[in-house]
């Protein structure tokens, strides 16, 4: 990997100022344009269309190998990733439940003496595994900028207001029907420095955890009918237009509550499961939630 | 149960870059409280593909306990200082360097290679990557694992600790590169992975 690539990337994201090889990006380097990343991305995709054209597979996952998330260019494994049967632990998850999480944490808007700034609303759904069972009894973690694009971290520095009565960080444990709820405010499109005038579709970062580590994932929702989406790396980094879609809530009117907040769905689907299941686990009856 | 209908998975993202203030937890990397009859570290650096040290990665790792049994107690975000949840959560520092304090694992199975899973998060990284760190001391159960036999030499090293002389761990990730840490696809078979030169992630 060339070394220019690399210094292009001590600057590419928010870094906090104290390291050294932070700062900010010198003028006169050739500044990448939006224009400039669309055309990789499109050309991407277009490759992809052809590839699915002559009979490849549909991808369901990001690359990891993709440039135009500058970021990802020394990030990411140069070697397929391994083949291997899960074994014993990864067969099983870690178990988490109510004394871990209170039931009031999957309201991101009651976090502090007043009210967020912005829209309210309600994000839910089901977690299933990929046999369509229920994920019953597992975390949800999720964060999120503030309805302004403003993330509440330190090394955030997009001039746009903090909330004070805005953290953005919630957590829930899914129901025996797999479902999750947590009301929140609609996060703001941020600007990020991938290249000149980039700027993230608004999205809810989600951590989940399945009934095996095999089907641990993180990932983001958006927001549909986003503008964003085609001049995004990260979204884009799922070629293929089903997957992509997989990752946009709908609008819900009878998730919508009247005189209180807007209703968004969004089911989560893990990888199926490894380990074969007695028939109470199966239906959720382990754990916690006896 | 009868045979249910496959469901295609939803797509992971990366973690990005503010994961800071909501992932890392109190305790999360203690797993039993250090000092602990039997505790040791487990510590490594993860590095990029020019060799850098990557300042945000966050780390996951999931273990049976020094007898090998899988617990699954709840309680992995309360740390209550006597349970043993086999869970923890390092963020690495600007350096790199993430640690973890927790016991030995032991082999699941009579015979079995010890080894603790592991899931890496970072910027830049599209999508989490499992992997294992194996104990270094059993040359016999390493050599019958069917991963690790599985692997030529040199990408087998990537997943076996060093013991520190204190009794801990080291263990470094290399996302990329020179020594570039093998990383686990757990779905599909082997003739999946042809498919997936310079390609998906899974």
Known sequence: MPQETNAQLE??????AAEPKAGHAPLDRAVETQADLTAEINALGDAYARALKDGAPAETQPRLDYAPYRSSILRHPTKNLHHADPETIELYSPAFGH??????????????????Q?????????????????????????????????????????????????????????????SYSFTT??????????????????????SLFGREFTQRIVTQMYFPGDQLFPLDPIYQSIVDQDARDRLVASYDHDLTQPEWALGYKWDIILTGSKRTWTENEALGADGDEE | MSNPTKLVPTPGQTVGPFYGYALPYDKDRELLAPGSPGSIRLQ????????????????????????????????????????????????????????????????TKPGGAAFISVAVFARGLMNRLFTRVYL??????????????????????????????????TW????????????L?????????????GGAAQ
């Open chain 1, 185 to 206: 405010i609609k996060p703001g499109a941020y600007p990020w420095k991938n290249h000149l005038n980039a700027w993230r579709p608004a999205h809810i970062h989600f």
């Open chain 2, 44 to 107: 490594g650096t993860v590095y990029d593909g020019a060799g850098h040290t990557i300042p945000d990665a966050i780390l996951e790792i999931w273990q049976p306990d020094s007898e090998g049994n899988i617990v699954q107690q709840t309680g992995s975000l309360v740390r209550d200082g006597y349970t043993f949840t086999g869970f923890g959560r390092s963020a690495v520092g600007n350096s790199g360097v993430y640690t973890f304090t927790t016991v030995n694992p032991g082999p």
């Open chain 2, 185 to 197: 696809n757990f779905e599909g078979g082997p003739a999946f992975e042809g498919a997936a030169a």
């Open chain 2, 172 to 183: 470094d990730i290399r996302l990329q590169g020179e020594g570039e840490t093998v990383f």
């Open chain 2, 136 to 169: 270094p001391e059993d040359q016999e159960a390493l050599a019958a694992d069917p991963l690790l036999s599985s692997l030529d030499p040199e990408r087998r090293k990537t997943l076996i600790a060093r013991r520190d002389a204190d009794g801990g761990l």
């Open chain 1, 99 to 116: 004394q871990d999480v209170h039931a009031l944490e999957s309201d991101l808007t009651i976090q502090h003496n007043g009210e967020p």
């Open chain 1, 11 to 16: 600057t590419d994201e928010l870094v906090p």
């Open chain 1, 118 to 178: 912005g829209e309210r609303i309600i994000v839910a759904g089901r977690v299933l595994d990929g046999d369509g069972r229920p994920v019953a009894g597992q975390l949800v973690e999720i964060w999120q900028a503030n309805s302004s694009g403003r993330y509440i971290h330190k090394r955030d520095q997009h001039p746009a207001p903090l909330d004070p009565n805005f953290t953005g960080v919630g957590r829930c444990i899914t129901g025996a029907d797999g």
